[in-house]
């Protein structure tokens, strides 16, 4: 019900701005940090006008980084391929297995479903760290360390259960009969799956895809430990910024605006399809 | 065209057992009802003979030929659903043409626009599922069942979520509209005057046994049951604990204190200890005068209901009758004190423990 | 004056980027003290939004709402003395049913026997008593739809609302509940409202029905009032069942009234005495109009009009036979079985006096002679 008054309208407005403020600071003050020189951000007081530079992307992009201490070379350009091509693969090899294992736990009871479901989930409580150690023993063995592969399959820690469980719920959500009148149309079950599930499904696989895009994209001590220096995501990467002379304010913060860039614009991008959501009429009678 | 049949088919989910030794055989060409209360399994076996659940034991056959190993795909089924279930995503069409495309058929476009004509829905073939109304939706689901020309159609409740007004016109149209396809059709319904006004027969099933398989006059006027004796009438059926006793020739029963006599028939070789008197709310007569026969009551309240007033009549022992009449017919108010008779004939007796119908009385059996 | 009294309320509902749905238009009702009213309608008619309304779920618009003498718009839900039963039932899972009934009663410090004794004698009117002692998720739908009925018709209030209260009831039940629930509102001089789709319930248990459709009150008048003087063709057309039969006919004027008819089929003369002014200009006006007749008012077995069977379909008590007659599909409802089959032609009688004739606009002008 709305029976609020002018007063009770005016206080709204002013805590939603103080939670806005609250909210977007950090990242406002970011962005106006990568366009700073060290010196400048340093100043104190911090100062809202300054003269932009473009030299910490320049550093990024060029791979030079001038310290007081003399020239380094970055790998900031590599890192970022590489958090690429990691998180893609990884999270098109977690779609691949996921989203059926999600439609069979969604349709079909068998036993030890749930069981199986829950251990897969599971393996996101386990400390990284605790797994770590036994599995770089593993992976030496095995000749997969600082390999591209090594580091997709121990993502699939991270997006697998993501996918799974999140799917899992979209599918549940659509009604069987759907696939059954599809199959009684003359359709085996593999186009059922295809062509009804999968497309009805589209919004929570897209969510599912990004969420996990993000937590693979984010993670540090799996390919800290597994990867060595130029297989090594934007994550680890970052670790060069902190410097024998000092720490680099300028290029941290520009690093963050480049790896952050390609999420933002596939969250605003899918944000079409998740917000669309499964409402597409007759699902529900 | 082929006939579909069951012979004692069983399901059980767990401890709950859905179909218990169900055997049915439909004609091609006929329209039986599968009627009964919700949870007697109706759906169950629906999806059986679909292919959505395997039966425990017995078979189903269409033609001759058992089905229950084939995949659904390959039954020959078309199938409404009580929720509609089209495809979201695609146009009203598409979801018609869709069984069309998987078997590769020719004049796709020709059959899709002559099956639309039947149904009416001409206007509305390129919206999707969402932009169409329930009864639009409930025509394109037909639609999509009937266009492969299946041998046995299968509808599940599909007048369900349609409005009164659809609902009716629908039932008038749907039975030449099936009998054109002349395959065999099972058709799901809980509302008896749906499946009285669109089967050839009823199968009534109630917790997963099949009670009654008959014409629907048949059931109407000798319900095999207490039980299909209530499923049937709006308002149900009046039930009263009596026991018979023959009186100088004649068999009477004490109902609320009165003796009424009843008609002998058949019934004196079948005279029980305790019986349940039946007699329909329309057979019931409220009089302002009494007399033999007539059992003092008192009315509660009257209801109009489908151009009839119901009344609601309560006993000196606390029981409580329904009468159903023309309006006109009735000279009494709310809290006035009547008689109530009935005809003979009128009374259904049913074995108190069994629940089985008793003996035959002769007007029903004219009937 | 009225218990309840609605003036000029209207209600819209504004979403982002859409325009505002105007769900009721400038409704004015106004309920006698112990009256049952239905609001009757499709989805998305108002009735539901009408109801909320008075519960004060949702806010008025425009207009004013008064219960008792006593201005309610603008109280919270609880000050208004309404009680309400929930179409989703809304009971406290963990209340046992007997615990979700005296609820209220608690809560007006009644004493502890007075709300047993309460408590078990509508626990009784509507069946329950078994499963007092049961948790609401161990109930069938029915047995839910029965317990938030109790709950609501066990409270003092001045007004009672009841959202679908019989949608979910077991079939052999309602028609016994009804008129227990009846009696007990007349019994008691309760004033009620309730919001129901199915025409059955709302004439067997209202005292007066206001149709809704697209957010305007159609009618509001006894079941009787709507069945024999059907405000327009909307109301014509939604209440009975089966529906109306609509014929569209050609008018013309002859000597002592007017000429309508189908073809040469169907013909009928309408006297000028059986008109108002209204209705009379409306003819003399028209060259086509729309005229009805009830299925329950056209004989099968006798008369001019011939009838080319389509459908007939015996349930029991009556048949319904379907036919074709001058280019239009009627049915038509008797109470005896009738023995034809699809194709044959029978003889069936229309009545001039069975026909109600309707204008331009929809609204009738003149409706069939009171049986």
């Not at chain 1, 900031?76 to 091509?85: A, Y």
């Not at chain 2, 609902?167 to 149209?173: G, I, N, Q, T, V």
């Not at chain 2, 003796?259 to 008197?277: F, K, N, P, V």
């Not at chain 3, 008012?297 to 015996?314: D, K, P, T, Y």
């Amino acid at each position: 019900m709305d029976h609020s008054s002018l007063a009770g309208r005016i206080f709204r407005g002013i805590a939603l701005a103080l939670v806005l403020v609250f909210f977007m600071f950090p990242i406002v003050w970011i962005l106006l940090m990568s366009f700073q020189s060290n010196e400048q951000i340093l100043r104190i007081p911090p100062r809202l006008l300054f003269e932009p530079t473009l030299a910490n992307y320049e550093a990024l992009i060029s791979g030079q980084l001038k310290t007081a201490a003399g020239n380094l070379q970055l790998t900031f350009m590599r890192n970022l391929m590489n958090s690429f091509i990691l998180s893609s693969a990884s999270v098109i090899l977690a779609l691949l297995l996921g989203v059926p294992a999600a439609y069979a736990f969604a349709r079909f009871k068998f036993k030890l479903g749930e069981t199986i479901a829950f251990t897969l989930l599971s393996f996101r409580f386990a400390p990284p760290l605790l797994v770590l150690l036994p599995l770089s023993l593993y992976y030496q063995q095995l000749g997969l360390n600082d390999t591209y592969f090594g580091i997709v399959w121990v993502y699939q820690l991270i997006a697998l259960p993501l996918i799974l469980w999140i799917v899992r719920g979209y599918f549940e959500d659509i009604s069987p009969d759907i696939e059954h009148a599809y199959r009684l149309a003359g359709h085996s079950w593999r186009e059922a799956f295809t062509r009804i599930a999968v497309p009805l499904a589209g919004p929570g696989i897209a969510a599912a895809g990004l969420l996990s895009f993000i937590f693979c994209w984010n993670n540090f001590v799996f390919a800290l430990i597994l990867a060595s220096a130029d297989k090594q995501p934007v994550t680890v990467g970052a670790l060069a910024f902190v410097t024998a002379s000092g720490i680099q304010y300028g290029q941290i913060a520009a690093a963050i605006v480049l790896s952050v860039t390609p999420t933002l614009l596939l969250a605003l991008y899918a944000q079409r399809y998740l917000v669309e959501g499964l409402s597409l009429g007759a699902v529900k009678g | 065209m082929a006939r579909l049949e069951l012979t004692s088919v069983d399901k059980s989910f767990g401890a709950v057992s859905c179909a218990k030794g169900v055997s049915l055989t439909v004609e091609p060409g006929e329209i039986v009802a599968v009627f009964g209360p919700s949870g007697s399994g109706k759906t169950v076996l629906l999806r059986m003979i679909a292919g959505m659940f395997e039966p425990d034991g017995g078979d189903i056959l269409v033609g001759g030929r058992s089905i229950v190993d084939a995949p659904p795909e390959q039954r020959g089924i078309g199938m409404a659903f009580q929720n509609f279930a089209l495809f979201p995503h695609m146009s009203a069409r598409d979801n018609i043409a869709s069984g069309l495309r998987a078997t590769g058929a020719a004049d796709i476009a020709t059959k899709v626009a002559a099956m639309s004509r039947l149904l009416k829905i001409e206007h509305v073939l390129g919206h999707r599922p969402r932009e169409l109304s329930n009864g639009q939706k409930q025509r394109t689901a037909l639609a999509r069942a009937l266009i492969g020309n299946p041998e046995v159609l299968l509808l599940d409740d599909p007048l369900r979520n349609v409005d009164a007004k659809l609902r009716y016109e629908m039932r008038l149209e749907l039975p030449s509209l099936l009998r054109r396809s002349s395959a065999a059709v099972l058709y799901v319904t809980q509302d008896y005057r749906e499946a009285m006004a669109i089967a050839d027969r009823i199968a009534v099933l109630i917790n997963g046994r099949l009670v009654q398989v008959a014409r629907p006059e048949e059931i109407y006027a000798r319900p095999a049951s207490v039980a299909v004796a209530r499923l049937f009438g709006d308002p149900s059926i009046n039930l009263s604990e009596v026991t018979p006793v023959v009186e100088q020739g004649r068999l009477t029963a004490a109902v609320a204190g009165t003796l009424i006599r009843l008609d002998a028939g058949e019934l004196s070789s079948a005279m029980r200890e305790r019986c349940w008197l039946g007699v329909r709310p329309g057979d019931v007569v409220v009089t302002r005068h009494g007399g033999e026969g007539a059992i003092p009551a008192r009315i509660v309240a009257v209801t109009p209901i489908h151009e009839r007033a119901v009344v609601l009549l309560r006993f000196a022992d606390g029981s409580e009758w329904l009468a159903a009449l023309a309006p006109e017919a009735l000279e009494a108010g709310a809290d006035d004190d009547v008689f109530v008779r009935f005809a003979p004939e009128a009374a259904l007796l049913f074995d108190h423990a069994s629940g089985d119908r008793i003996g035959l009385s002769p007007r029903r059996q004219a009937a | 004056m009225g218990m309840l009294e609605i003036r000029s309320v209207d209600k819209l509902y504004h979403s982002r980027g859409k325009p505002p749905v105007h769900a009721v238009r400038a409704l004015d009702m106004e309920v006698k003290q112990g009256e049952i009213v239905a609001l009757l309608g499709s989805s998305g008619c108002g009735k539901t939004s009408t109801l909320r309304m008075i519960a004060g779920f949702e806010s008025v618009s425009a207009g004013s709402i008064a219960l008792a003498q006593r201005p309610i718009h603008d109280l919270p839900p609880a000050k208004r003395k309404v009680a309400m039963a929930f179409e989703g039932y809304s009971l406290y899972p963990p209340l046992t049913v007997r615990e979700n009934i005296g609820f209220a009663l608690k809560a007006q410090q009644l004493s502890r026997a007075e709300i047993a004794q309460r408590v078990d004698s509508i626990a009784r009117l509507v069946e329950i008593e078994d499963i007092l002692d049961h948790h609401p998720r161990a109930l069938s739908g029915g047995q839910q739809q029965r317990v938030s009925l109790a709950r609501a018709l066990v409270r003092d209030a001045d007004l009672y609302l009841l959202d679908e209260p019989m949608g979910q009831l077991e079939p052999q039940l309602r028609a016994v509940l009804r008129g227990r629930i009846k009696g007990l509102l007349a019994e008691r001089g309760m004033t009620a409202i309730f919001v129901t789709h199915d025409q059955t319930e709302a004439s067997a248990l209202a005292d007066r029905i206001a149709v809704m459709e697209d957010g305007v009150l159609q009618q509001f008048g006894s079941e009787r009032e709507l069945k024999n003087r059907p405000a327009n063709l909307f109301v014509a057309s939604f209440i009975g069942e089966p529906p109306m039969n609509l014929l569209d006919m050609a008018v013309a004027q002859e000597e002592g009234g007017f000429r309508l008819s189908v073809g040469s089929d169907l013909a009928f003369h309408i006297s000028r005495q059986t008109l108002d002014v209204t209705g009379q200009q409306a003819l003399v006006q028209a060259e086509r109009t729309k005229v009805g007749i009830r299925p329950q008012r056209i004989a099968i077995g006798s008369g001019e009009a011939r009838l080319r069977i389509v459908s007939n379909q015996w349930l029991g008590d009556q048949s319904h036979v379907a036919g074709e007659c001058a280019g239009h599909l009627l049915v038509a409802v008797t109470s005896g079985k009738i023995a034809a089959r699809p194709g044959d032609i029978v003889p069936c009688a229309l009545e001039a006096r069975n026909l109600h004739i309707f204008g331009a606009d929809g609204v009738c002008v003149r409706h069939a002679e009171a049986r």
